[in-house]
């Protein structure tokens, strides 16, 4: 069975109603970039009851959200591949449509962990809010379980790994100028088939098929391309 990898970014859960990124005037749901989602906004300038609030309301919103069909069409090529996926997404939606291997480059909404433990220390927290006093068992206060700007990404390797070892690799909902994906491209193997689906023009050194769809209908496209050639 051939390896697939699908590296997706926020383009792909935008058709649920998700904004996971920033949009072009800086913000972030009306809030500014530096102020949720960097880690001296948390460790070094205090807004830490802000940037609890502002995550909360992510969850929220993700509760709320449903799977879209890019999202399912991803899943059902499990059917046919041995599918990674490599989000930049921190909502759960590859999961709930389906996905069963998924690495989070950018951390998880419905996890958590404490201030100052290890990354790989998170625990499960559903769609539940986190508070200014709400405490680990060992009383260290919980924070959301995001890689933030200023912080190292942990699962960068492993994504890397995948995609070395991809004999198809699918990029959907980021452009090749958005990183951490811009970078994991140029691990593909020779004879890799690099497939991007993204409705604009995109340029690249890396050589792609490029599906010039959003994510729900260029997903649909290339499934049926990709069934037809095994």
């Known amino acids: 069975m051939e390896k697939l990898v699908v590296l997706s970014g926020a383009g792909i859960s935008a058709e649920s109603g998700i904004k996971t990124f ?10 500014p970039v530096e102020e949720v989602a960097t880690a001296d906004s948390w460790y070094s300038y205090g807004r830490k ?68 433990s290890d990354y790989y220390t998170a625990q499960d927290i559903g769609y539940q809010d986190i508070l200014i006093g709400s405490k680990t068992a060992k009383g260290e206060q ?52 690099v497939y991007l689906i993204d409705p604009k023009d995109v340029s690249s050194s890396v050589r792609f098929t490029h599906i010039k769809e959003k994510a729900t209908v260029g997903m649909q496209q290339l499934r049926n391309q990709l069934i037809k050639t095994i």
């Open 22 to 31: 920033r949009d072009s005037d800086g913000l972030w749901e009306n809030y």
């Open 49 to 116: 009851a802000l940037m609890l609030d502002f995550y909360n309301q992510r969850r929220r919103q993700l509760r709320d959200a449903a799977p879209n069909l890019a999202h399912k069409t991803v899943a059902d090529l499990e059917k046919y591949f041995d599918v990674t996926v490599a989000t930049q997404n921190i909502d759960n939606l590859h999961e709930r449509a389906g996905s069963t291997n998924v690495i989070h480059l950018h951390g998880e909404l419905t996890k958590a962990r404490g201030e100052y």
């Open 142 to 193: 919980l924070r959301p379980h995001i890689v933030w700007f200023g912080e190292a990404v942990p699962e960068l390797d492993k994504a890397a790994r995948a995609v070395g070892n991809a004999d198809i690799l699918v990029i959907v909902g980021t452009s090749l100028a958005v990183y951490p994906a811009a970078g994991l491209v140029h691990y593909t193997k020779t004879g890799c088939r």
